[in-house]
């Protein structure tokens, strides 16, 4: 069965980078795009960017373009997400998330437990 | 981009009840949108995809329909274990989702 699972929780001072992994299992890593999403406290599910482990094509969100990086290791079916220069508005769960169609664009077929990234001095 | 506006923010309803919730792009998205449903410590799950097909597995008292900038999310006959939070995501241009509308039971 699929199945994405993050790294654990972060406390991380302002600043600081933080750097979440997604180990993927059940499915061939190659064929699909992985996204980001957060959700602070409160808040709306926010899209951060992609990555097509196909193809290596990547996407931002101009919110978060100069200080976000996805990124991945095919031998490890796995993806990762560094976001630096963190602020107090960062402090999220932070999900990663598949496409359900082979494409970078789709429905979000299924969820990584989620990381909670807390920013706090 | 593109706006995503949900209505209501929350909702109360009886068990049984027919229950709608709207969310309206401020663009025309075509039919690229879909519905998630999120429970508590939860991550959200895929219930309807492009507009109106429901996911594999999922009860068919869950329904969407619309097209457009105007969309539909209908539980037939409200369950118990309906409670959740329900958001619209459009990904016709990168992707947003909807505020979000919390159910409870009444």
């Known amino acids: 069965q699929v199945q994405l699972v993050q790294s654990g929780a972060e406390v991380k001072k302002p600043g600081a980078s933080v750097k979440v992994s997604c180990k993927t299992s059940?499915?061939?890593?190659?064929?699909?795009?992985l996204h980001w999403v957060r959700q602070a406290p409160g808040q709306r599910l926010e899209w951060m960017g992609f990555i097509n482990a196909a193809n290596d094509d990547t996407r931002y969100s101009q919110k978060f373009r100069d200080r976000f990086t996805i990124m991945k290791d095919t031998s490890a079916n796995t993806a990762y997400m560094e976001l630096s220069s963190l602020r107090s508005e960062d402090t999220a769960l932070y999900y990663c998330v598949r496409v359900v169609y082979r494409s970078s664009w789709g429905p979000f077929d299924y969820w990584g437990q989620g990381t909670l990234v807390t920013v706090s001095s | 981009d593109i706006q995503m506006t949900q209505s209501p923010s929350s909702l109360s309803a009886s068990i049984g009840d027919r229950v709608t919730i709207t969310c309206q792009a401020s663009q025309d998205i075509s039919r690229f949108l879909n519905w998630y449903q999120q429970k508590p410590g939860k991550a959200p799950k895929l219930l309807i995809f492009?507009?109106?097909n429901l996911e594999t597995g999922v009860p068919s008292r869950f329904s969407g329909s619309g097209s457009g900038t105007d969309f539909t999310f209908t539980i037939s006959s409200l369950q118990p274990e309906d409670i959740a939070i329900y958001y619209c995501q459009q990904y016709d241009n990168l992707i947003t989702f909807g505020q979000g509308t919390r159910l409870e039971i009444k």
């Open positions: 059940g499915y061939t890593f190659t064929r699909y795009t």
């Open positions: 492009d507009a109106s």
